[in-house]
């Protein structure tokens, strides 16, 4: 066998492989684009406007429930609106009937725990009804979501029957959302029925609603508006709605719709929440402006609903008016402002920040650390009142980073995050530090009794590496000895070298691997190889034969023994008769303080 080559073995062999210790502290989590763009359903390019909406940005997506009296099972809805993007209302930057929009208001709306829609209706066959049928298709996606009609006085107005009385066109229009929608699986049920409801329909015109109700297959539950709502013909229930005109922003008049929505038991109760109202940007607009008060309204309206409700006396429901009237500014799409502003500063391993506004506005606080500024990890969440953190009471390293401070808004308020707070950590805690171990070349060649060279490098990847790196051999044969020049090397700011020899003694025994239960990776080259092997020396002559199935197993044992990190001189048992000959697999370790290396070579002794 010493005239058998093994040039097979060094080329299947022939690589290295580099295993760093070592990670980097900050892992993001986010980005600071994420926690300041626009993330909600309104345009990218919707500015503020003068009667109080806000621009496109990012808003708090806790869900909307958590406003709510604790153990409520309140069904929360949105009011859309369906008909922006004709040239008869104001340009918000999107079309009502495009299904791309559509989608990502229910979305948006899905995001901030909303668990349904009311859709203002006015009529078939027109853009409006053309956007309802997209929102049927959309809220059938999200199962659990829902959605109902509400009858706008104005589809009674512009109804399509020529010559027809209110009284058929209202007819008209129930039997057609009996056929188009009712049949959907997202449409509202109450007690197994439909839910129809209407905007001022009996403001405008004197109807028979039980005649109306008698002209459908399906009877619906109607819902009626304001306190006499509930006491009206066919009345399940009423909703309530914003009074613009009042001087105590509805407190008031949402305390007396729900008083006497509890004098109806048994019957649907939707409240209202709103964050304002102001209608001086709308062509039918008549100057009514209800204050937001930076975001003090919105929460107003749900304390009146907590004061009055409770877990073991429940408000059914609760319509958010609205999600998108920019026209009266009732929209919520965009957010609401809450006028709160953040001044944060860093004292030592001290942070600390201060807040002008309302505080009662926000959520959390929630604390990023960034390395670069841009790609975020949080830190910790803390509750309002709470404005101050010890960094050190974190593993941060050593270190110079970036600090924001962000106030997450409560439901659809607006979130605020501060620009970025240098900070030098000094607590202390060392980073684990990065470094680039190797050696070349990756192969040598030596004769028994002979000696070879390898150059063992340590390059430092981030900043000075200042740890001494202590150098052995693992995996290494009795026949073969290794020595190091130095034996430890310390990079610092630069590249360090240190020289291996590996000598090769005249022995007479090669010692094999100890026996490991896993299965190396190279294991799977040895199936092709012996079937290959068989096919070409099933032919050969006897004496061939015996010489090259030799050859394949010590291959096979090569492969067998090959891993990243290698075993150890303990546990190699001699076979003995085997010649020195043969490729060794050598692990170089390099033993740091904060870091563990190593790097494999081959050495082919002839």
């Known amino acids: 066998m010493r005239g058998v080559s093994f040039a097979v073995v060094a080329w299947l062999l022939a690589a290295s492989t580099l295993c760093l210790a070592g990670s980097t502290y900050v892992v993001p989590t986010t980005t600071l684009s994420a926690q300041t763009s626009n993330n909600t359903s309104a345009a990218n390019n919707f500015s503020s406007q003068s009667n109080g909406n806000r621009s496109a940005g990012n808003i708090s997506k806790v869900d909307v429930h958590s406003l709510i009296y604790s153990g409520a099972t309140t069904k929360v809805y949105a009011h859309l609106l369906l008909w922006f993007g004709g040239s008869n209302h104001m340009n918000i930057g999107y079309s009502s009937t495009d299904a791309a929009q559509i989608k990502r208001q229910i979305n948006d709306m899905v995001s901030r725990g909303i668990d349904g829609v009311i859709l203002d209706w006015y009529g078939p066959n027109n853009g409006i009804d053309t956007g309802a049928k997209l929102v049927m298709a959309e809220a059938e996606n999200h199962p659990g979501f829902t959605f109902a009609i509400m009858v706008d006085q104005g589809a009674i107005k512009w109804d399509s029957c020529s010559g027809c009385t209110p009284q058929q066109a209202l007819i008209n229009q129930l039997q057609y959302i009996e056929n188009t929608y009712f049949s959907s699986p997202a449409y509202m049920l109450r007690q197994g029925k439909p839910v129809i409801t209407n905007f001022g329909v009996d403001d405008a015109y004197s109807v028979d609603w039980n005649a109306a109700n008698t002209a459908l297959s399906t009877h619906p539950v109607f819902l009626f508006q304001n306190n006499d709502g509930f006491s009206h013909t066919l009345s399940d229930g009423s909703y309530a709605w914003v009074m613009p005109t009042t001087s105590d922003y509805g407190k008031n008049y949402l305390s007396s719709f729900y008083n006497m929505g509890m004098s109806f038991p048994g019957q649907q109760v939707i409240g209202a929440t709103y964050k304002g109202f102001n209608d001086t ?113 974190f593993p941060i390293p050593n270190g110079n980073y970036k600090l924001f401070v962000q106030a997450v808004g409560k439901p659809t308020l607006v979130n605020q995050i501060t620009s970025a707070i240098n900070y030098n950590s000094a607590c202390g805690v060392t980073s684990a530090p990065t470094v680039t171990f190797g050696a070349s070349p990756s192969t040598i060649t030596i004769a028994a009794g002979q000696s070879g060279h390898f150059t063992v490098t340590a390059t430092p990847q981030s900043g000075a590496f200042n740890s001494k790196i202590s150098l052995s051999c693992a995996g290494i044969p009795s026949n073969l000895s290794c020595a190091f020049l130095p034996a430890s090397i310390t990079p610092g700011s630069s590249v360090a070298t240190s020289t291996l020899t590996i000598s090769a003694a005249a022995v007479t025994g090669m010692y094999l691997p100890k026996r490991h239960n896993s299965i190396p990776i190279y294991a799977g080259w040895l199936l092709p190889f012996g079937i290959a092997g068989f096919a070409f020396i099933g032919s050969a002559p006897r004496r061939r034969k015996a010489q090259m199935l030799a050859l394949i197993v010590v291959i096979g044992i090569g492969m067998a023994g090959s891993s990243c990190g290698g075993g150890t001189a303990a546990g190699r048992q001699p076979a003995a008769g085997v010649p020195a000959a043969g490729s060794y697999t050598v692990t170089i370790q390099g033993n740091a303080t904060s870091s563990q290396l190593s790097t494999v070579v081959n050495v082919i002794v002839e």
């Not at 937001?292 to 958010?320: A, E, H, M, P, V």
Request: glycine letters at 10%; a negative charge.
């Open 281 to 393: 940007l709308a062509s039918w607009g008549s100057n009514r402006i209800m204050g937001q008060q930076c975001g003090q309204t919105w929460l107003q309206t749900f304390s009146d609903i907590n004061g009055l409700y409770n877990s073991g006396k429940q408000l059914t429901d609760l319509q958010l008016v609205t999600w998108n009237d920019y026209e009266e500014a009732t929209e919520i799409e965009s957010g609401i402002d809450t006028c709160l502003t953040l001044a944060p500063s860093v004292s030592g391993n001290a942070l600390q920040w201060s807040i002008s506004g309302n505080e009662n506005t926000v959520d959390h606080y929630t604390v990023y650390i960034s390395s670069d500024g841009q790609n975020l990890m949080s830190l910790t969440d803390l509750a309002p009142g709470l404005r101050s953190l010890n960094l050190c009471g």
